[in-house]
């Protein structure tokens, strides 16, 4: 299969998933999923540069703050493509067991404000949002799940 | 799959430095850089160049102690300058409005003179 003959309900087999720990630089082993597929639908560098940069701040973001209790984050990459005119797209879901949070309480940070304040961290949201196309974001009392698309 | 930062102090001249990483700038690797940073701003060298050249992959907690050493370099009356990131970076360095107080440049050469003084 050739990447501009993506049907447009991509068959199962272009996803993969993986389920990686709670553990210092395992969003690394993330990034090499982003990278093999988004070489695989022909999407250029820079763009899959930026999506291993969102993958690698929604997996930090479930480590630092959803208390997982299975210690766990699982991911799902997924190649499809849409009829609409966007076509061809790389779409991660990544999904924790946490605590969850509000998104719609979310404070985006500002530099001028962290520059004077102790509180410095809280980017990945913003990072996600500003780096992928489309941003997804479905919290509760039983996990978080981000599913963020990135067209080619 | 250690992606360990290393940084390494170039001196050129009495008032700057540079520091080339190499690796990932995650909470570990911003660590590091802040260690060799704070000893030059000990030492009172506050105009200093991150060369990025062998960086490929920075995550926000990384970036958020770039972001303590830029805070300390300007209470200093220091400057701080970002040279040879990759595009991704560069872009996430937009985003965080990190360029608003920190220079990026492609390469050292104009930083290392924007740093001296000699260029605006």
């Known amino acids: 299969l050739k990447s501009e003959e993506l049907p447009a309900a991509m068959p199962e087999s272009r996803e993969v998933h993986l389920t990686i720990p709670v553990a210092p630089e395992m969003e690394i082993a993330a990034t090499a999923q982003v990278a093999a597929l988004g070489e695989w639908m022909e999407?250029?560098?820079?763009?899959?540069?930026?999506?291993?940069?969102?993958?690698?701040?929604?997996?930090?973001?479930?480590?630092?703050?959803?208390?997982?209790?299975?210690?766990k984050v699982a991911l799902a990459f997924r190649i499809g493509s849409e009829d609409a005119g966007?076509?061809?797209y790389l779409e991660v879901d990544v999904t924790d067991a946490g605590h969850g949070f509000d998104p719609t309480r979310l404070r985006t940070p500002e530099i001028a404000t962290a520059l004077k304040s102790s509180r410095k961290r809280g980017w990945g949201i913003k990072i996600i949002q500003s780096l992928m196309d489309d941003v997804r974001i479905e919290s509760g009392a039983h996990g978080t799940r981000i599913v963020m698309r990135k067209y080619r | 799959m250690s992606e360990?930062?290393?940084?390494?102090?170039?001196?050129?001249d009495a008032a700057v430095a540079v520091l080339r990483t190499d690796g990932y700038i995650n909470n570990?690797?911003?660590?590091?850089?802040?260690?060799?940073?704070?000893?030059?701003?000990?030492?009172?060298?506050?105009?200093?160049?991150l060369d990025l050249e062998k960086t490929k992959i920075v995550n926000s907690i990384g970036i958020s102690i770039l972001i303590e050493i830029l805070e300390k370099l300007l209470d200093q009356g220091g400057k701080l300058a970002f040279c040879r990131l990759t595009p991704t970076i560069e872009k996430t360095f937009q985003i965080m409005g990190l360029a608003q107080y920190a220079r990026i440049f492609p390469a050292p050469e104009p930083a290392l003179a924007w740093l001296r003084g000699e260029s605006e």
């Open chain 2, 28 to 49: 570990t690797g911003g660590e590091e850089i802040a260690k060799e940073a704070y000893a030059l701003l000990s030492g009172g060298v506050n105009r200093l160049l």
């Open chain 1, 86 to 88: 966007r076509g061809a």
């Open chain 1, 43 to 71: 999407m250029g560098r820079d763009k899959i540069d930026e999506v291993k940069m969102a993958v690698v701040e929604a997996c930090i973001n479930a480590f630092e703050h959803s208390a997982t209790p299975d210690r």
């Open chain 2, 4 to 12: 360990t930062l290393r940084v390494v102090v170039d001196r050129p």
